[in-house]
Antibody
Framework: EVQLLESGGGLVQPGGSLRLSCAASGFTFSSNDMSWVRQAPGKGLEWVSAISGSGGSTYYADSVKGRFTISRDKSKSTLYLQMNSLRAEDTAVYYC?????????????WGQGTLVTVSS | EIVLTQSPATLSLSPGERATLSCRASQSVSSYLAWYQQKPGLAPRLLIYDASNRATGIPARFSGSGSGTDFTLTISSLEPEDFAVYYCQQRSNWPLTFGGGTKMEIK
């Protein structure tokens, strides 16, 4: 059974940093592209970043480019999102997600989400 | 960036009625479009991928159609559990993008 378990969310001041983790199990981690998707309170879904299975290719939304860094650790089957220079508008539930075989970059599997609050 | 525009923003219908949701792309995404359902406090659920293919375990009352820039999600006969928010998403180009959502509410 595929499981994605996010952690690392919390309250951080504007300009601060936070690192999110997503522990993956139930599939071959290194064979799957992974993404982060966020949802601000009461708002819609926003794709944030993706990384290829090998880690050699990364992609970012313009809203986070230069501030966020996605990475993965094959030995720990864990996906990361390093978030720097955080802003109030980064406040959201952050989900890690992957495909379910339907096609690359469709999200058939999601974690439960971790809440990031950027506030002074 | 490909912008996905969903309409209507809110759809008020009764159980048993037919629902038609629209997603329009600012440029062609071929058939690389998915639909998701999200209920409060839960992660989204994939319903349809590649415009018209139902994901695993999705009931036959859900169907998708379209290609290029215009797409439709149809729910043939609404069940009480179908009242939720629906999003479209394209994977044709980076960055991946989602539509703004359609909220389906009970009339």
């Amino acid at each position: 059974e595929v499981q994605l378990l996010e952690s690392g969310g919390g309250l951080v001041q504007p300009g601060g940093s936070l690192r999110l983790s997503c522990a993956a199990s139930g599939f071959t981690f290194s064979s799957n592209d992974m993404s982060w998707v966020r949802q601000a309170p009461g708002k819609g879904l926003e794709w944030v970043s993706a990384i290829s299975g090998s880690g050699g290719s990364t992609y970012y939304a313009d809203s986070v480019k230069g501030r966020f860094t996605i990475s993965r650790d094959k030995s720990k089957s864990t996906l990361y999102l390093q978030m720097n220079s955080l802003r109030a508008e980064d406040t959201a539930v952050y989900y890690c997600a992957k495909d379910d075989g339907s096609g690359w970059h469709y999200f058939g599997y999601w974690g439960q989400g971790t809440l990031v609050t950027v506030s002074s | 960036e490909i912008v996905l525009t969903q309409s209507p923003a809110t759809l008020s219908l009764s159980p048993g009625e037919r629902a038609t949701l629209s997603c329009r792309a600012s440029q062609s995404v071929s058939s690389y479009l998915a639909w998701y359902q999200q209920k409060p406090g839960l992660a989204p659920r994939l319903l349809i991928y590649d415009a018209s293919n139902r994901a695993t375990g999705i009931p036959a009352r859900f169907s998708g159609s379209g290609s290029g820039t215009d797409f439709t999600l149809t729910i043939s006969s609404l069940e009480p559990e179908d009242f939720a928010v629906y999003y479209c998403q394209q994977r044709s180009n980076w960055p991946l993008t989602f539509g703004g959502g359609t909220k389906m509410e009970i009339k």
